[in-house]
């Protein structure tokens, strides 16, 4: 059984979703990671000394290669345009993705004769080779990214389809549900054999299909792998060429050197190994997708590719030669590709290529869905829901209750509008209202009190006058002034004014009948009175004052319901939203795990035990050739290992990117998915690279 099976046949098919377009993939991808490094390598090398010096002509031809290959998108875009580079048609729509330099370079009538320097300028035509050979890189890169966006798709494709086709297989009888609401095979298989004949033919149909999906899902998860590496190692050999170039052009300025009218050997060093690069990579790359006597990566005994064969560059300094098998279409032969290593038959292999790598795709994609892809009977369950409860309540609604529904309507937008002014609108325009006025009648109650406090203080000063008729007209002033700054200050019983009145009054108490008639017990009542008023006015006056001072906290508190409505919704969603991270984070841990196993456990170990389906000695022998060229450094993956964990990061990134976006050390965790996608780490390197995310990234404790 292979690692796909575990990772997704044992999960439940109705807890996952489908992806909405399978050829759709977020720019969070290894593809695209791959790309952009790939990109900045690619720059790099460009804008080195050596190839600045060498393309003096044509500043910033890597940046325009770039900027012109920004605009592809997909497959179909690159075939197009290089269907259009090389039969020189349809200029225009040529030229918004390929400068006019490149067009010239390119002209049907000159790619073949960019390999020779007969009766031509050689500094020109190593310039023109170069830059050739750098967009047949920039290509190859666009190509290789494109195929591996294609095959992701596909292998979210198929682990659908994988994933119910294992719940089928442990489920028979309800898979037998959902067969026989969609298949008429069902019910004629159900009159010959009966029940249990049916679900065990089921079982055993759910087998076959796991069998098939597998063997496909196989083959795509190897090529993946190989096609990364193939990128991977390509940008190895481009950023090693930028070290050699470096050293070859101190070695060419030594003094002494005399001034020679041949092209250095150190650029013709530079455009060789550019070539080897491209021809290596372009021919690996054909072997890849399209093995020698298979239809495609995808074989009869589902090996999914033949044995990749390392390739190494030979010392600094020297041509890097490679000696691959390869297969194409083209007018010439793969054997005088290989000799002369011409930019139209690599340009003609690359395209041949691209083309049966498309519409194999293609193929292979509309295949699977035709014939593994679940029955519609599986949402039997939300039909049934839907036709039985949610349909009839509604046409029964519309047809017979009307009026009743407009009245509920009416009833309850009246509501809803009533709750929006009450608890929305007009606690906001009264607390506008207390931010740019006051509360009416606060500065006529405050005169008012002001008014009635100096009408006592003159009471108090005449009644002085009149007992006292010989006191000073100054003192009855100061006097009155006197008294009315204890009433501002709220003393009313104070030592001076208000103690003769007092007095008074205790005195005439004592005898009120004659102090009515005959004495000032009536006055000194009213004076009484007018104090007690005093005292009236003040306290409203400073409940006023309080109201006016919480007249703002007053007016808020009237929107305390719309307060905590929005409250418990924020907490709610904050709720949910740690709710769904849950799961989010669990499985990230799982993708971890899957991870580990696939950088611990090689997978081919297990494969050499498995015997072919022909069971031919030959075929047998020929698997393990296969196995021991992938198996040629127990410290490296393999193209299938590679593919998997390529597809394990490729979810965990997508997973990061869409459910922690605000994680600060986000940029920190693409990085170590990046050195766990690289070709160039090893198996000891991941691992540490593994225990490192588990010690510092939250979502893994």
């Known amino acids: 059984m292979f690692r796909e099976s575990s990772m997704g046949g044992t999960q439940d098919w109705r807890g996952t979703k489908p992806s909405l377009n399978v050829h759709f993939i977020s720019s969070s991808t290894f593809a695209t990671a791959l790309a952009t490094r790939s990109r900045r390598t690619f720059l790099q090398f460009t804008h080195s000394p050596a190839v600045v010096e060498l393309l003096s002509e044509w500043p910033g031809i890597g940046n325009d290669m770039e900027t012109y290959a920004l605009q592809l998108h997909n497959l179909d875009d690159l075939a197009t345009l290089l269907q259009c580079v090389k039969f020189s048609q349809d200029a225009t ?40 050979w750098l967009q047949l890189l920039v290509w190859t890169r666009l190509f290789a990214v494109f195929s591996m966006r294609q095959l992701a798709a596909i292998h979210d494709q198929i682990s659908w389809y994988l994933w119910y086709w294992s719940w089928a297989e442990v489920h028979s009888a309800k898979a037998s549900v959902h067969l026989a609401l969609g298949r008429t095979w069902w019910w004629e298989g159900f009159l010959r054999r009966g029940w249990m004949g049916q679900v065990l033919l089921v079982k055993s149909y759910a087998i076959a299909h796991k069998s098939a999906l597998n063997r496909v899902l196989h083959g795509v998860v190897r090529t993946l792998g190989a096609v990364y590496s193939l990128v991977d190692r390509m940008n190895i050999l481009l950023s090693s060429m930028e070290d050699i170039a470096a050293g070859d052009r101190l070695l060419s300025q030594e003094p002494g050197a005399g001034i020679s009218t041949e092209l250095p050997p150190n650029y013709h060093r530079l455009v060789s190994n550019v070539c080897a690069t491209v021809v290596s990579t372009v021919k690996l790359m054909a072997h890849t997708l399209r093995p020698q006597g298979t239809t495609g990566f995808l074989d009869a005994n589902s090996r999914g590719m033949a044995g990749e064969t390392p390739y190494v560059g030979s010392c600094a300094g020297e041509l ?32 041949d290529t691209l083309n049966f ?165 009536l006055r000194l009542m009213l004076i009484q009175l007018t104090y007690q008023q005093l005292e009236v006015m003040r306290v409203v006056n400073s409940t006023d ?29 904050f709720q949910k939203r740690r709710a769904s991270l849950r799961p989010v984070n669990n499985q990230l841990k799982l993708y971890w795990r899957s991870v580990h196993r696939v950088v611990t456990f090689p997978e081919d170990l297990h494969d050499e035990f498995l015997v072919p389906r022909s069971g031919d000695d030959e075929s047998m022998e020929q698997t393990k050739e296969n196995d021991a060229l992938e198996l040629g450094s127990a410290n490296h993956l393999n193209s299938h290992d590679q593919g998997m964990l390529l597809l394990l990061t490729h979810h965990m990134r997508r ?47």
């Open 93 to 132: 729509r040529m030229g918004a993705q390929v400068s006019h330099a490149l067009r010239g370079v390119f002209a049907a009538d000159n790619m073949g004769s960019l390999g020779s320097d007969s009766g031509a300028n050689l500094s020109s035509v190593a310039e023109s080779n170069l830059i050739g």
């Open 320 to 351: 890097m030669i490679f000696e691959f098998p390869t297969r194409t279409s083209s007018e010439e032969t793969p054997e005088r590709i290989e000799t002369s290593a011409s930019l139209k038959g690599v340009f003609n292999l690359l395209l």
């Open 357 to 521: 790598t498309r519409n194999y795709t293609k193929s292979i994609s509309e295949d699977i869905h035709t014939r593994h892809v679940p029955p519609n009977g599986r949402h039997w369950k939300r039909l049934l829901l839907a036709g039985c409860t949610v349909v009839p309540s509604v046409i029964w609604l519309s047809s017979q209750s009307v009026p009743n529904l407009r009245r509920v309507a009416s009833s309850a937008r009246v509501v809803l509008r009533s709750l929006m002014e009450n608890y929305v609108m007009y606690p906001i325009k009264e607390i506008y209202k207390s931010l740019t006025s006051s509360r009416p009648g606060v500065l006529e109650r405050r005169r008012t009190l002001e008014m009635e406090m100096e009408s006592v203080a003159n009471i108090i000063r005449d009644y002085h006058e009149d007992y006292y008729p010989s006191i000073p007209h100054d003192e009855l002033q100061g006097l009155r002034d006197r008294t009315l700054k204890h009433l501002r200050s709220g003393v009313i019983a104070d030592d001076e004014g208000y103690c003769l009145i007092n007095k008074h009054y205790e005195n005439a108490i004592r005898h009120p009948i004659r102090s009515a008639f005959f004495g000032n017990l």
């Open 545 to 573: 004052e309080v109201l006016e001072g919480n007249d703002l906290n007053f007016k808020i508190m009237a929107m305390v319901p719309v307060f905590i409505f929005l409250s418990g919704l924020l907490f709610i969603s």
């Open 655 to 701: 997973l990061a990117v869409e459910y922690h976006v605000g994680y600060s050390h986000l940029q920190e965790f693409l990085e170590d998915l990046d050195d766990l996608e690289s070709v160039q780490s090893t198996r000891y390197q991941r691992l540490l690279t593994l225990e490192r995310m588990r010690h510092i990234y939250y979502f893994f404790w």
